[in-house]
């Protein structure tokens, strides 16, 4: 059975074939995944979907640092209004981005700070998402010394030695998409090295589609590609990737 710890299963993309993609799911092995927040204007759909499929499709909430911009006090005001509403499974998806837009770094920092203290606070994971803002990332998590939290990078894709600095900072975990699938994929070269009680799978569809479907839209069926893909890299069965990704999911995010 497998876990995808970052779907998207609430996005417009889905919705001309929904119940197809989910049977396809399921035939797949998926028995649940974890769906990220991204800011008030998915919320409503996201939880549409949690409240349907309520011991399948697990909701977060969070502030993502590509919606913050000029609202970005309302949204983070938002998140902290909502926290208390229902049963979250983690804080997320929140971090630093800097490769579409550099003009809201310094807001994107505290946002992240804020988010990170209340995960913290409610003993949720958080899920990270960082691109192209690694030396920022390590100067947060230098800020945030003293505070205790856990969670998972998401979309994982840095060197075994950046994820070894990581490991000796925090309690995280990496979650691992379908870029291991892309040729000559510098994390496919770190997942040898990896330990599998530390990584998780996602898709982070319908983005980020793995090989051989690359191109075309992502959906939560094929994590089962993923995980095959670290059993081929990693030359263990397919079963023991599965049994230790969906312990390690459930451990992490208390499903």
């Not at 710890?5 to 996005?11: G, I, M």
């Not at 049963?87 to 946002?111: H, N, T």
């Not at 070894?164 to 309690?171: E, I, P, S, T, V």
């Amino acid at each position: 059975m497998l876990i995808d710890t970052h779907c998207h299963l609430y996005d417009e993309a889905f919705q001309p074939d929904f119940e197809a993609v989910l049977a396809r799911a399921r035939e797949a092995g998926m028995e649940a995944c974890v769906m990220p927040g991204i800011d008030r204007s998915s919320h409503d759909a996201l939880l549409a979907v949690a409240d349907a499929l309520p011991d399948f499709a697990f909701p977060c909430i969070g502030l993502h640092p590509t919606s913050v911009g000029e609202t970005w006090q309302e949204e983070l005001d938002f998140v902290k209004a909502h926290l208390g509403d229902r049963r979250w499974y983690a804080v997320g998806e929140i971090g630093l981005d800097e490769y579409w837009s550099k003009d809201f770094v310094k807001e994107q920092i505290r946002v992240l700070e804020e988010q990170v203290v209340l995960a913290a606070e409610a003993d949720l994971p958080v899920i990270i998402h960082l691109r192209e803002a690694t030396d920022d990332f390590f100067r947060v998590l230098a800020d945030l010394r003293g505070v205790s939290f856990r969670g998972v990078m998401h979309a994982w894709s840095g060197s075994y030695e950046t994820c070894r600095r990581l490991l000796a900072l925090g309690d995280f975990r990496f979650g691992i998409g379908g870029v291991v699938t892309y040729k000559n994929a510098g994390v496919a070269k770190a997942m040898e090295k990896m330990s599998l009680q530390d990584i998780l799978l996602e898709t982070d569809c319908p983005w980020l589609t793995p090989v051989p479907f690359r191109g075309k839209r992502n959906e939560p069926s094929y994590v089962r590609l993923v995980a095959e893909k670290i059993a081929q890299i990693k030359q263990i069965p397919l079963e023991e990737v599965a049994t230790a990704t969906t312990s390690n999911a459930r451990a992490l995010f208390k499903l």
